[in-house]
Nanobody
């Protein structure tokens, strides 16, 4: 594990949570960092990504307008602000970092570093 994800928990539908992700000790060189999620019995899916140098962001259609990805270079930390949460957002959320290119940032195999995952549960 080279990244650590924080901030998961239980929230009611319509509520908000903020996830955070930071390297666990070692320095990580990355072009993009992103969030993926995996619900029980489903494949891991892309949520959002951010270019580590610059302001480019990209979102899955399912979260666009509700989730916001951001970063703090001084803290070497990435965030995912999740608003208007829905029960279908329930999943283990993973953060990732990699040196891919913009055309691959929604693909899990483009990321070489991963966090351990944090569980987000949205109750109806």
């Amino acid at each position: 594990v080279q990244l650590q994800a924080f901030g998961g928990g239980l929230v009611q539908a319509g509520g908000s949570l903020r996830l955070a992700c930071a390297p666990s000790g070692r320095t990580i060189s990355s072009t993009y960092r992103g969030w993926f999620r995996q619900a029980t019995g489903k494949e891991r899916e892309f949520v959002a990504a951010i270019r580590w140098s610059g302001g480019f962001t990209y979102y899955a259609d399912s979260v666009k307008g509700r989730f916001t990805i951001s970063k703090d270079h001084a803290k070497n930390t990435m965030y995912l602000q999740m608003n208007s949460l829905k029960p279908e957002d329930t999943a283990v959320y993973y953060c990732a970092a990699g040196r891919g290119i913009v055309t691959t940032i929604s693909i899990a195999t483009a990321y070489g570093y991963w966090g351990q995952g944090t569980l987000v549960t949205v109750s109806s």
